[in-house]
């Protein structure tokens, strides 16, 4: 079984801060990715990675970086938590055959 | 027009009935298309890929396809309170191999 995981269930962090969110995946899978989940506006794609070091803009990329220095791990970066990047953030890992699977999430806070 | 759409609902449904889900895509050159279930406060899970005209099942659950229709549906048999959930429709669209579309999702409600 594919497992992603995720370095925190739920994250409160104050305006400004600087945010790291990580996300590991242990299938040597090359492609991942970072969504933000909210009600009404469903899963939006705000960054990927299809290899090593390699990274694409999704739909919805201001605001955050990414880092991918090492194939199973895939960080997201908020340079300067604002409160409307408070979210559920979504991490997942894409195989062969282009399904996509999901760590159990990050619900963010910003206040 | 959206990309892919779903409604909304919620579908409510009797214990024990046929919940059929239905999603709309644009792209008519889209190749893969998925199904993923979504209880309420978790992420989402990979329950039904599938990537060619017709009907593919697997378990209490059928995708079915028509691309010339640009439609994709999922019927879940035999339903049960713990299929209650949101049921979401993804699509990879032609050119972006990477990437899926999700729709907003369904939300079922199965009644016992």
């Known amino acids: 079984d594919v497992k992603v995981t995720q370095s925190s269930r739920y994250l409160v962090k104050r305006t400004g801060e600087k945010v790291f969110l990580e996300c590991v995946q242990d299938?040597?899978?090359?492609?991942m990715f970072w969504y933000r989940q909210d009600p009404g506006l469903g899963l939006r794609l705000i960054y990927f990675s299809y290899d090593v070091k390699m990274k694409e803009k999704g739909d919805i990329p201001e605001g955050y970086s990414v880092s991918r220095e090492k194939k199973e791990r895939f960080s997201l970066i908020l340079e300067s938590a604002s409160t409307n990047q408070t979210s559920m953030y979504l991490c997942a890992s894409r195989d062969y055959r282009g399904e996509q699977y999901f760590g159990p999430g990050t619900r963010l806070t910003v206040t | 027009q959206k990309e892919v759409e779903q409604n909304s609902g919620p579908l409510s449904v009797p214990e024990g009935a046929i919940a059929s889900l239905n999603c709309t895509y644009s792209?008519?050159?889209?190749?893969?298309f998925f199904w993923y279930r979504q209880y309420s406060g978790k992420s989402p899970e990979l329950i039904m890929s599938i990537y060619s005209n017709g009907d593919k099942e697997d378990g209490r659950f059928t995708a079915q396809l028509n691309k010339a229709s640009q439609y994709v549906s999922l019927l879940i048999r035999d339903s049960q309170p713990s299929d209650s959930a949101t049921y979401l429709c993804?699509?990879?669209?032609?050119?972006?191999?990477?990437?899926?579309?999700f729709g907003t999702g369904t939300l079922l409600a199965v009644q016992p």
């Open positions: 792209d008519r050159g889209s190749q893969s």
């Open positions: 993804a699509v990879n669209p032609r050119g972006a191999t990477n990437k899926l579309i």
């Open positions: 299938m040597d899978h090359e492609n």
